[in-house]
């Protein structure tokens, strides 16, 4: 079982930045592909980015690839979503999820434990 802890969400203005984090609980954080994804008002929950559990992959969605950084740490067990020139069409709650197949992969539907969310709004 993990259980995922997600923060950093918050209001900010166009442009501006934002680190979200997922403190992952459990022994095996090491072993699972970490995702991130998110779900405005209104819309299906979409993919943002994910990472190996090696740590030396990543898979991004083209609307926030170059803006958007994921990352891990594992001596935190804890994985990080850094997020640069934040537009308005970026707001939405945004989701930490553990994958334990090991496969880098953008369906949410193979994710097997997710973290409640945080809110995350980009005024204009």
């Known amino acids: 079982q993990v259980q995922l802890v997600e923060s950093g969400g918050g209001l900010v203005q166009a442009g501006g930045s934002l680190r979200l984090s997922c403190a992952a609980s459990?022994?095996?954080?090491?072993?699972?592909?970490m995702g991130w994804f998110r779900q405005a008002p209104g819309k299906e929950r979409e993919f943002v980015s994910a990472?190996?559990?090696?740590?030396?992959?990543?898979f991004s969605a083209g609307s926030v690839k170059g803006r958007f950084t994921i990352s891990r740490d594992y001596t935190k067990n804890t994985v990080y979503l850094q997020m640069n020139s934040l537009k308005p069409e970026d707001t939405a709650v945004y989701y930490c999820a553990a994958d334990a197949q090991g496969s880098l992969t953008i369906k949410a539907s193979e994710y097997d434990y997710w973290g409640q969310g945080t809110q995350v709004t980009v005024s204009s």
């Open positions: 990472i190996h559990w090696t740590g030396l992959s990543t």
């Open positions: 459990g022994r095996t954080f090491s072993s699972y592909v």
